[in-house]
């Protein structure tokens, strides 16, 4: 049984390598900057998210070789943990997902630095999931402590990432494509390079979209509000009177697309989970398995979503499909756990996700599967996630570990690590979403 361990944990590694910013940043750069055009000028560099440290240390090492002449200045938030060496560009570790001083005071520094640029200067942003609770700089009237009741009072109603990222934009004097409109403003060109941890990787999500125009209104975030029944009680009345402003049309609308006209604004893509999902299925070939991309879009309540993929495994098992066994169903997109009031919990979506699985394939002896964020750390505890095979199944028994008990106390985390099967990464250092991956032989 260790041999499904380790193809699991195998194919997660490989997911992760295709989205190291080591790896891709250098690529983008030549390709954004070809031999000759390098930036001219002040070259600033900002970002935010999980991520952006690393790609901030690869654009460093490339400038090195490939820019010598370039003096490189500039300002990146990321996560408490989420360090990675620089020489010219300053790192800021800040609060996620739960906002922090530290890391509006860094989205203050960037706003400044921003709105010293000047005409044919070059504004390259470096931008990943989780920069949308680091780069925090309220609107005026919003303070911090506004900011962070708002997210708790989201994450606690399981509202979407994407919709508690409709809501920050509109309070942000960063996002929704506001960074963008200051530079643009000051005649300034502006690469933003992106890792996307959202389904649909629109750069208007990741991140909250510091420089991409913004589909959403202010009536849409309200509307979120009303959908979860949050309002004067769990949100500030600032936030919620910011918000009536904005409709009534006193405050101006995120970027939008009109706005770009002529602009030297361009926001590249360069990892997204599909594309870690398809190289975790090429490694997954090579081990006798044939993978089945489910696709990197779904989402949902975790524990719904591991009873709707037990059902699709057994009907892989004993179907028509059987025939073709040994199979894999991978898997991405970010699901959300709704927290009963009362009830702390202890883990994340994935390991939640994974738990549900194997409750709901009690009695299969033909299934393995692994669930990790890509970002290494898997909601409250240090794991990415968590995995089983049949032998843990088995240890589980001898245990007596009831898995429908820790899902009704949301304690994923305590049913895997007494199992001692977490999977445990540290930060990675990328992040392109969930991780998924059920095998079936």
Request: proline share 5%.
């Amino acid at each position: 049984m260790r041999h499904q361990e380790t193809i699991l944990k195998n194919a997660f590694a490989a997911a992760l390598a295709v989205a190291d910013p080591k790896k891709i940043v250098p690529e983008y750069l030549s390709t954004i900057f070809p031999v000759g055009q390098e930036p001219k000028g002040r070259c600033l560099v900002v970002g935010a998210g999980k991520a952006s440290a690393a790609m901030a240390s690869a654009l460093e090492s490339y400038a090195t070789v490939y820019w010598p002449q370039v003096r490189l200045e500039g300002v990146v938030l990321t996560r408490y943990g989420h360090r990675s060496p620089t020489s010219h560009l300053k790192i800021i570790e800040a609060g996620h997902p739960v906002p922090d001083q530290a890391g509006m005071d860094g989205a203050k520094e960037i706003f400044r630095l921003v709105s010293a640029l000047k005409q044919n200067d070059v504004l390259i942003a470096l931008i990943s999931g989780g920069g949308s609770s680091l780069l925090t700089l309220p609107q005026n009237g919003i303070s911090i402590a506004d900011m962070r009741q708002t997210t708790e009072a989201l994450l606690r109603s399981g509202a979407p990432i994407e919709e508690m990222n409709i809501i920050r934009k509109h309070l942000s004097a960063i996002q929704g494509g506001n960074l963008a409109r200051v530079a643009m403003a000051n005649g300034a060109r502006v690469e933003a390079l992106l890792i996307s941890d959202v389904t649909g990787d629109l750069p208007s999500d990741i991140a909250s979209g510091p420089c991409a125009p913004d589909y959403s209104t202010y009536q849409d975030a309200l509307d979120i509000f009303s959908k979860y029944q949050l309002g004067e009680g769990s949100i500030p009345e600032t936030v919620l009177q910011h918000l009536r402003r904005g409709v009534a049309g006193e405050i101006p609308e995120t970027l939008k697309e009109t706005d770009l006209r002529n602009a030297q604004v361009r926001n590249h893509v360069i990892a997204t989970a599909y594309k870690s999902l398809e190289a975790a299925a090429a490694y997954i070939r090579t081990q006798g398995y044939e993978p089945v991309i489910l696709g990197d879009t779904i989402t949902g309540e975790a524990q719904d979503v591991g009873v709707d993929q037990a059902t699709l495994a057994r009907e892989y098992s004993l179907g028509s499909q059987a025939t073709k066994l040994p199979l894999a169903l991978i898997s991405g997109g970010e699901c959300t756990v709704t927290l009963p009031k009362g009830i702390q919990g202890r883990g994340g979506r994935c390991s939640e996700f994974l738990l549900a699985l194997f409750n709901a394939t009690d009695g299969m002896n033909n299934i393995s599967a692994l669930a990790a964020d890509t970002d290494g750390i898997d909601g409250s505890e240090k794991n990415a996630g968590a995995w089983f095979t049949p032998l843990v199944r088995k240890l589980s028994q001898e245990q007596v570990l009831l898995p429908k008990k820790y899902l009704l106390e949301h304690d994923c985390y305590g049913f895997f690590a007494q199992l001692n099967a977490l999977v445990e990464t540290g930060p990675t250092l990328t992040n392109v979403n969930d991780f998924r991956i059920i095998l079936l032989d």
